[in-house]
């Protein structure tokens, strides 16, 4: 597949910091043209967090496409716990200020240059699971 080679790792923790097992993470973009695959599903994947809350996506840098900013889709739910569903967005992309549903607490962190690869970070915060009924 054609594009930079990008690796983001995470956290997810509940609102009162702890951190989830077995988080559902589900993520799907853009290749690097912009263009998302809707009949191979290509760049779209599922994976969960570790013990210790632990989550690391390897993938390509996603190309902009008209009207957005550059960014990864996420779903993020906790055993038992509600959907979240957000994205994550790239620092210093010109497009963050004009696109409409930018959140700049959602922009990659510790992004640099590594062994060919952009690497990045982000955790991602979720309520926590349900008690039992």
């Given at each position: 597949?054609?594009?930079?080679?990008?690796?983001?790792?995470?956290?997810?923790?509940?609102?009162d910091?702890?951190?989830?097992?077995?988080?559902?993470?589900?993520?799907?973009?853009?290749?690097?043209?912009?263009?998302?695959?809707?009949?191979?599903?290509?760049?779209?994947?599922?994976?969960?967090?570790?013990?210790?809350?632990?989550?690391?996506?390897?993938?390509?840098?996603?190309?902009?496409?008209?009207?957005?900013?550059?960014?990864?889709?996420?779903?993020?739910?906790?055993?038992?716990?509600?959907?979240?569903?957000?994205?994550?967005?790239?620092?210093?992309?010109?497009?963050?200020?004009?696109?409409?549903?930018?959140?700049?607490?959602?922009?990659?962190?510790?992004?640099?240059?590594?062994?060919?690869?952009?690497?990045?970070?982000?955790?991602?915060?979720v309520a926590?699971?349900?008690?039992?009924?």
């Open positions: 597949m054609g594009g930079q080679r990008l690796v983001v790792a995470g956290t997810v923790l509940t609102t910091c702890r951190p989830v097992q077995r988080a559902l993470l589900d993520f799907w973009q853009a290749d690097d043209a912009g263009e998302y695959d809707n009949q191979g599903y290509r760049l779209r994947g599922h994976q969960f967090s570790d013990a210790q809350g632990g989550w690391r996506l390897e993938t390509v840098v996603p190309g902009i496409y008209t009207g957005r900013t550059r960014h990864i889709h996420v779903k993020v739910q906790a055993p038992d716990g509600p959907v979240l569903t957000t994205q994550l967005y790239f620092p210093g992309e010109p497009g963050n200020d004009r696109d409409g549903i930018f959140q700049p607490e959602l922009v990659l962190t510790d992004v640099r240059a590594s062994g060919g690869a952009r690497q990045g970070s982000l955790t991602l915060i926590g699971s349900r008690p039992a009924a």
